[in-house]
């Protein structure tokens, strides 16, 4: 059965590997592991609590303590692994053939996409369907538009963490924001993500359009990593070709840096200033009638 199976998903977006099998049935993993995943877990949790409840229900309260928690696993673990994991990881390589369709049919609308949801591609671990693509890509063309998209996503999330930095009146927002802003410089974007942005939803959207448009640029320009380098701003030397010259990919690709920073930088203050109007407007009435019934 798992012969035909794969046999059925040879050459096309389905085909996986197979690790190891159980009842007959492939066990299907995703190319990182589920450990560098959202959505199977939650859904996979989700299920599980599902189960909890119909088995609450049904055992007797005097062995719920041991029969509930081994009958959640008993089913939720088997399914989580055969059919829940496959379906994810599928739903991650529809993605990867979604963005290379996209790419052959206009490269400002892929870089708009993939720049503008590569934040939340990597929150829900779907970006494992496009990291292999990129991969093959720099291995068989020499450069990946698909990084080149992707890569100015750090700089969205640094610009709007400065200027929560900067707008910030307390000392704890200041020192979260700080050192989440330095380390998005360096390509590693979770603490302020999942820190700063996330709490604060509005911020994580604002990332989000900035590094859109600066994906959007870097598809206008096909601005293109010739190799896989480092995170940040040290991925810039990825831009540079063999031959050592500081061409316009390069170029190109510090505009972008600086200009998704901006953006995302200018409208944080913009909406944030807006916001602290609009808390004074809604405040003084109160403290004008108080004032007023004082006096009265």
């Known amino acids: 059965m798992t012969e035909k199976l794969c046999n059925r998903t040879e050459n096309t977006i389905f085909q996986s590997n197979v690790y190891q099998t159980f009842l007959g049935l492939p066990i299907i993993l995703p190319p990182g592991g589920y450990h560098a995943t959202i959505i199977p877990i939650i859904i996979a949790i989700w299920f599980g609590a599902k189960i909890e409840k119909i088995a609450k229900k049904t055992i007797p309260k005097s062995v719920q303590t ?141 990332a989000l359009i900035a590094s859109g448009i600066g994906g959007g640029y870097s598809g206008y320009f096909d601005v293109v990593p010739y190799r896989m380098g480092g995170l940040g701003i040290f991925s810039l030397a990825s831009y540079i070709p063999d031959s050592g010259e500081i061409t316009m990919n390069v170029w190109h690709r510090l505009i972008s840096y600086i200009l998704t920073f901006i953006i995302a930088f200018i409208i944080t203050l913009v909406y944030e200033q807006r916001r602290e109007l609009k808390a004074e407007k809604n405040i003084r009435p109160v403290e004008d009638g108080t004032r007023t019934s004082g006096n009265g």
């Open 66 to 206: 041991f029969f509930v928690p081994f009958a959640v696993l008993l089913i939720a673990i088997p399914i989580s692994i055969l059919i829940i994991g496959p379906a994810a990881s599928w739903s991650s390589d529809l993605v990867g053939a979604l963005f290379k369709y996209l790419y052959e049919l206009n490269t400002i609308l892929f870089g708009v996409l993939i720049g503008g949801l590569w934040q939340l591609l990597v929150m829900f671990g779907l970006h494992w369907g496009l990291i292999p693509i990129a991969i093959l890509q720099v291995v068989e063309q020499g450069y990946s538009p698909i990084f080149g998209a992707s890569d100015v996503a750090w700089a969205g999330v640094m610009g709007v963490l400065l200027a929560v930095f900067f707008k910030a009146k307390d000392t704890q927002t200041k020192e979260i924001t700080l050192p989440a802003t330095l380390s998005s410089f360096f390509g590693i974007t979770e603490p302020g993500v999942y820190g700063t942005l996330l709490p604060q939803k509005h911020l994580f959207i604002i």
